[in-house]
């Protein structure tokens, strides 16, 4: 088996690079290729997968790349979701990062991003942030949300940064704070989740983060409304064996079942049951994901 990705790498944190990276831990042999040389694409490789990037959806793949699967990410931003919509019938297999999106597109299966999880035993010399929240302000409520977090915690480190220092700042907090919008089970929470730190993130109206085996007060910790971010953060902060003890379970449950390896693992058992694509043997073997 010997797969095309497509996708442009004009983020260093684009999702993409972490699918490509958990072909290779599989042993699938990938090829990357950028959207601006489809032209130039092979017909013979035995799955043809493009992932969302954020841009360019309406440019088109070549005729006799087949079979063929898109990774939408974007389903919930408006701007993207109505070019999605219109591009989805080019390929066999539609995969979504969000729930709601798949049940927006016929036919389409949820698949949603996941975490890199931080080695077992790593440290980073103690907590030193009390709040760590990495992103934009965004809009409204969240930016009022994390301002008000600035100013009653100032032991914080809210605002962006590298990638590549992302996961050691959340490992450095005591609690990682996600706002998910329009019903988003985005990269943040299992960023956080992944680093062996307290995640306190909003419920979500779908309840996918039960769905995903994300427990309240096991995995992670919910609010239902913004008065409650204060007090939940005051406890879990005073409580530290209580909060890393979720935290723990947490991480563990990213290690088991929410991997980009996983996710990769997902895709090909369902493109091979759907499209009839041969597996290799050592994917044949395997348990399907989470079971």
């Known amino acids: 088996m010997r797969l095309a990705l497509i996708f442009n790498k004009t ?3 684009t999702t993409g690079i972490y699918v490509e990276r ?4 599989l042993g699938i042999p990938a090829d990357h290729w950028w959207l601006r040389d489809a032209s130039r694409l092979p017909l013979d490789y035995d ?3 493009r992932i969302d990037h954020g841009d360019d959806y309406l440019a088109a793949l070549p005729d006799g790349c087949r ?3 898109f990774y939408a990410i974007d389903t919930h931003l408006p701007h993207s979701w109505n070019k999605i919509r219109r591009i989805v019938s080019r390929f066999d297999v539609i995969f979504c990062s969000h729930r709601d999106g798949a049940l927006r597109l016929r036919d389409a299966e949820w698949l949603p991003v996941a975490g890199e999880p931080t080695p077992l ?3 980073d010399g103690g907590k030193v942030y009390d709040v760590a929240f ?3 302000d965004g809009g409204v409520p969240r930016k009022f949300i994390l301002q008000a977090l600035r100013e009653r915690y100032p032991r914080h480190f809210i605002g962006t940064a590298d990638h590549r220092d992302l996961m050691a700042i959340y490992r450095r907090a005591g609690v990682g704070f996600n706002y998910s919008i329009a019903n988003d089970v985005n990269m ?3 960023e956080v989740l992944a680093s062996e730190t307290l995640l306190v993130t909003n419920a979500l109206a779908s309840d996918d983060l039960c769905r995903l085996g994300l427990e309240d007060r096991r995995h992670l910790v919910l609010y239902r409304r913004p008065s409650q971010v204060f007090d939940l953060i005051d406890h879990y902060l005073a409580h530290p064996d209580e909060r890393e003890a979720i935290a723990a379970s947490g991480a563990a449950v990213v290690r088991q079942r929410h991997t980009y390896v996983h996710r990769m693992r997902q895709l090909l058992m369902t493109v091979s049951r759907r499209l009839g694509v041969a597996l290799p043997a050592h994917l044949q073997e395997l ?5």
Request: proline share 7%.
């Open 67 to 69: 079979p063929s699967a």
């Open 47 to 49: 799955l043809y997968l």
């Open 188 to 190: 943040r929470i299992f």
């Open 11 to 13: 983020r260093a944190d």
């Open 134 to 136: 990495v992103g934009t």
């Open 121 to 123: 035993g790593m440290r």
């Open 287 to 291: 348990t399907p994901c989470g079971s």
């Open 22 to 25: 958990a072909c290779q831990a």
